[in-house]
């Protein structure tokens, strides 16, 4: 099936750095990448709705300019988490889909622990 | 109330039994549905779709009930290697067929 790369795996940062994550379609070409953060014991929340070529989508009572998403090409997108707090350590996850139609399957990277000191 | 409801578990099964387990949604006008799989500490992967007539993938079975407004899912013949958390996501077109996920329910097969 197709992969999903994401990078770091692991990242421990202190209070007040920006920390990027990359999310990367090894396979295909994602016009659309989806990241999500999952706080432990809990779901899956999107944060927003990456776009090849134009703006990200976020979700409501995510901040944009805390949470810099750029989707420059076809097979990267990158999340900047800016001024992290430790309130923003979590499990960061992007997803793909395959393809134009939406079939429902995502392609999951292998996410990203942030731990903020 | 939550989009996307689970029981969170966990389901403490014997090696060989069936397991079986809920998801209610809330919005009526969901289209599509399905169960992924999430081991600990590791990203979800598809299990199976959902479809109306309900399905089977071995010794899986998934229902979907849309006038109670639940899916289910049956592991028959439980493994070791079915212990995880598996997670109920809905979509439905009028968001973009945007992914709503439960907060799973969490499965461990013992033996």
């Known amino acids: 099936g197709a992969v999903v790369s994401q990078h770091p795996s692991w990242v421990i940062c202190k209070s007040g750095t920006s920390v990027k994550i990359e999310c990367r379609s090894l396979d295909f070409q994602a016009t659309t990448m989806f990241w999500y953060r999952q706080f432990p014991k809990q779901s899956l929340m999107l944060m927003a709705t990456?776009?090849?070529?134009?703006?990200?989508?976020?979700e409501q009572g995510v901040e944009k300019d805390k949470f810099l998403i750029n989707h420059a090409s076809l097979t990267l997108s990158t999340l900047t988490v800016t001024s992290a707090h430790p309130e923003d350590s979590s499990f960061y996850i992007c997803?793909?889909?395959?393809?134009?139609?939406?079939?429902?399957?995502?392609?999951f990277g292998e996410g990203s622990r942030l731990t903020v000191l | 109330r939550k989009e996307v409801e689970q029981d969170p578990g966990p389901f403490n099964v014997p090696e060989g039994a069936t397991v079986a387990f809920n998801c209610t949604y809330s919005?009526?006008?969901?289209?599509?549905f399905f169960w992924y799989r999430q081991d600990c500490r590791k990203e979800p992967k598809l299990l199976m779709s959902?479809?109306?007539s309900g399905n089977e993938d071995g010794r899986f079975t998934a229902q979907l009930n849309r006038a109670s407004q639940y899916i289910s899912l049956l592991i028959r013949d439980s493994k070791l290697s079915d212990s995880a958390t598996y997670l109920c996501v809905v979509a439905y077109r009028a968001a973009g067929n945007k992914l709503t996920f439960g907060g799973g329910t969490r499965v461990l097969v013992k033996p």
């Open positions: 997803s793909a889909r395959v393809g134009l139609r939406n079939t429902g399957e995502l392609f």
């Open positions: 959902v479809y109306s």
């Open positions: 990456s776009n090849e070529g134009s703006k990200a989508t976020y």
């Open positions: 919005n009526s006008a969901s289209q599509s």
